[in-house]
Structure formats: C-alpha cells, structure tokens
C-alpha cells in the first residue's frame, strides 16, 4: 500500500517542492496550508490540497479527519510551516515575537500532538522537522527567528526519546539558505522596522536574503532530505542541506566565542 505524508506550509517553496517530490514517488500527499488557492493545480498531480493553519487547533483536526475519510494511514508528518520575524531585541515589539513563536513553535507542537496518537495507534510513524541552520547559531538582526528554530531542535530531541517506545521516529531538517519565497516574506514582516534604525548596518544582508539564499541551495535539495529522513531505514537524527550549514556547525563548534564574535559582527555589518 502507498504510504501517506502530511505536509505542513505546502503552500510554497519547500513544503511544495516536496508534495510534488513525493507524489512523483508514488505516495500519498496532503500539501495543507492556509492560501490554498495558490496550489490547486496540485491536485492534478494526484495532490490532495487541504486547508491547515498551524495556529488553528480546529483546521487540524479538519484536515486529519479528512485524511481517516480517505482511508489513508498517516506515516510521515512534515512540520515544515514557518518564516522568520527579523530585526534587532530593541526594534521588535513583544507581540511580532509572540506571533513568530506562535508559527514556529507552538504550530509545530500541536500539529505533532494531533498526529502522535494517530502514529501510535498505527504502531509507527516519522515526523520530520524543519528547522535551520539558524537554530544553532544565532545572527545579529535574527534572534527571534534563532529563538524559534533553537526551540525546534530542543523539542525535536526530547520528541525522539518520548517517541522511541512507539516506533516513532523523529529526524530534524537543518537548511542553510534556500532559494524559495522566505526573504521576501521575511522582508514584509520587517516593513515596520524604522530604516534609520540604530542596527541598521546588521539589516544591510538579512533584509537581503534573496542575493543570500542565491548562494545557497534549492527547495528540491531539501525535499531530497526530507525524502530520506522518511524512507531511510535508519534515518538520520539531523539532515544539514547545502555547503554553508555543514561548514557554519563545523565553525561554530571549532571556533573560540570571541573569533566568532568577531567574524559574526564583520560578516553581518558588510554593504551587500
Ligand atoms: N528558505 C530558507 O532559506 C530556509 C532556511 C532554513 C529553514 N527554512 C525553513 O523552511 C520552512 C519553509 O520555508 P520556505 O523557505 O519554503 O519559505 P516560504 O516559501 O515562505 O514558505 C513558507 C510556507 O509556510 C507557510 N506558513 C506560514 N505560516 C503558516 C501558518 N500559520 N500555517 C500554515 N502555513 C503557514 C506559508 O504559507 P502562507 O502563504 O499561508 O504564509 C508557506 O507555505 C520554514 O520553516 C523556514 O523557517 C527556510
């Protein structure tokens, strides 16, 4: 029997990019998310297209029960949803960061405790977590988003020892800067930021993450991932996708705090 994944934030970019992945391969696809209109054109791709905000407990729901109706069987759930609130401590005021929490974080974990139960009851499952390469270091401009992303890995690994009993496993997907829609939502979320703003040198390469991410990866080297995070026999605890995230874990834990600071504060200050 074709296996069945849930994707989350299939509306674009990565989420896409792997629907379309794992359909071509035969399985059973729920690309979910909230502007659903943007992928009906999934569906003649053998797509199923569900409505699923991560910050509506009931559209969970709604989408899972659908998935029972259809006979389908969930085994791998992508937690993939997300975008970054950037800007410095001082410039972001408490509720964008509440709202950014609210996506990354609080998103994820309930779509996960909607799905756990499904998982265990069918005796198996994979949930694949996308977080970043920014949830293991932080940037100047980027706290919030690091925030989040770091929140991701610390409940990915106590989700993988909680889970392990039930044939659960949990693999996280950590991508450096990817070609997608990313930056220029971010850039959006930011338009508030005042463009005399004292951190305005930090702002020059995040609110320019599109010239960044062009040299970085592709939405399908992730979907690559994600696809062996859930076909692996033994999947990976963590995927690093393209060049920069596997050298940044290298640096950073190599590099004396203070070098990094230093690198940190040059790279992030530089006229793009
Ligand atoms: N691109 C990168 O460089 C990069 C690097 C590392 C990690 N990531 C992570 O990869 C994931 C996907 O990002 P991407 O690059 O594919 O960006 P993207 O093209 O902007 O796609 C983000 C997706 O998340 C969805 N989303 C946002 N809030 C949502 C909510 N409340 N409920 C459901 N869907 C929601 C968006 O849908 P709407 O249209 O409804 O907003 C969109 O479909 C994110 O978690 C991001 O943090 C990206």
């Given amino acids: 029997m074709n296996k069945t994944i849930l994707i989350t934030g299939a509306t674009a970019g990565i989420g896409k990019e792997t629907a379309v992945y794992f359909a071509k391969r035969g399985w059973n696809v729920y690309a979910t998310g909230r502007n659903i209109d943007r992928i009906q054109d999934l569906k003649e791709k053998n797509i199923h297209v569900l409505y ?44 964008k960061a509440r709202q950014q929490f609210e996506t990354n974080v609080f998103g994820l974990t309930e779509t996960t405790r909607k799905v756990i139960p499904l998982m265990r009851e069918n005796g198996q499952g994979r949930i694949i977590n996308v977080a970043s390469i920014a949830g293991k270091v932080s940037m100047p401009g980027g706290a919030w988003y690091a925030a989040t992303k770091f929140a991701v890995e610390a409940i990915s690994d106590s989700l993988r020892w909680e889970l392990k009993q039930f044939n659960i496993k949990v693999s996280i997907i950590e991508p450096g800067p990817i070609s997608s829609n990313f930056g220029n939502t971010a850039n959006q979320k930011a338009e508030f ?39 692996k026999k033994q999947p990976k605890i963590r995927y690093k996708v393209t060049f920069a995230a596997k050298a940044l874990a290298v640096l950073i834990n190599i590099l004396p705090t203070k070098l990094m600071d230093y690198f940190v504060i040059k790279y992030f200050s530089r006229e793009t």
Wanted: charged letters at 25%; hydrophobic letters at 40%.
């Fill in 52 to 95: 699923l905000d991560v910050k509506d407990v009931a559209s969970i729901d709604t989408a899972l029960a659908q998935i029972d109706k259809n006979s389908h069987k969930l085994d791998v759930l992508v937690n993939n949803a997300g975008y970054a609130q950037f800007g410095s401590i001082e410039d972001v005021p408490v509720e």
């Fill in 193 to 231: 930021i005042n463009k005399d703003s004292h951190y305005k040198s930090f702002y020059n390469l995040i609110l320019n993450f599109g010239n960044l991410s062009k040299i970085g990866g592709t939405t399908e080297d992730v979907a690559k991932a994600i696809w062996k995070a859930a076909n």
